[in-house]
């Protein structure tokens, strides 16, 4: 399972943070999951709740999961602008061939630490 994986290498970089930081418990991560990157956040959260008790401090932690947006631009009628979720036909235009530069990323963007 794909979130499986993710939640895991998640986890290990949240992991070796706190240990740098020595952060002994770890409340939240939150997470920027690229238009691209092909995630079911369910999926992920489900997968994050299973595999934190394998790291300690990260018992009670929550994931919050935050979609990065994409930017786009239409070749045809040279539309520009930011994207929430993945199509490729133009909002202004209809035309399809949209231009998308979304990333397929999952990156830690903010943990909330305890004492
Ligand atoms: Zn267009």
């Known amino acids: 399972m794909h979130e499986l994986s993710i939640a895991r290498q ?3 970089v949240a992991d070796r943070e706190a240990k740098l930081h020595g952060w002994s418990v770890v409340e939240s991560v939150t997470v920027s999951v ?3 990157s092909d995630i079911e956040p369910t999926a992920l959260d489900f997968a994050f709740g299973g595999a934190r008790s394998l790291y300690t401090g990260f018992e009670q932690c929550n994931l919050a999961i935050m979609h990065q947006p994409a930017t786009a631009h239409c070749p045809s009628c040279v539309w520009h602008g930011e994207l929430t979720e993945l199509r490729f036909d133009c909002p202004r235009c209809g035309k399809r061939g949209l231009r998308v530069d979304a990333s397929s990323e ?3 963007t903010a943990m909330t630490v305890g004492d």
């Open 106 to 108: 999952v990156t830690i």
């Open 10 to 12: 998640l986890l290990t």
């Open 34 to 36: 690229g238009l691209l």
